[in-house]
């Protein structure tokens, strides 16, 4: 398979600000309704997930300033809007990119996941052998 040619821009995006393949298919599926008001419990159900684990996916995007809380008197709840022109852009980009190439982006985020693991072993081990 050939490799697919990443824009640096965009791979260090994925790299620094996508944690996880749930937090990329969270943001793409707010991305894609951007009207619609997220609770913890609809978007469990759209991604397969538990409530906690979907809750914490969109306090995690709104701490990322991907997503804003719904106005009041809404309670709990998520609308995509990234707080810059320049981040909607980058989004728009990354959600293009993993349209096409859905798998390579995958492994990409799985790459940094398993760096920051055993940086997270290497420093145990450091700690362990002083």
Known sequence: ??????????????????????????????RANPT???????LAQRLYVRERTAQALLDDLCRAGMVAPCAEP?????QYQPTSS????????????YARHLVEVTLLIHS???????????????????
């Not at 990443?6 to 707010?30: K, N, Q």
């Not at 320049?86 to 990354?94: F, G, K, P, S, Y």
């Open 1 to 30: 398979m050939d490799k697919v040619p990443f824009p640096e821009d965009l791979r260090r995006f994925v790299l620094t600000s996508i944690p996880s393949v749930p937090f990329l298919e969270a943001l793409l599926l707010l």
């Open 36 to 42: 619609q008001q997220w609770h913890g419990d609809t």
């Open 74 to 78: 809404h309670q709990d709840c998520y």
């Open 86 to 97: 320049q981040l909607r852009e980058r989004i728009d980009a990354l959600a293009e990119l």
């Open 112 to 130: 940094s996941l398993d760096r920051k693991a055993q940086q997270f072993a290497d420093a145990f081990k450091l700690r362990k052998d002083s």
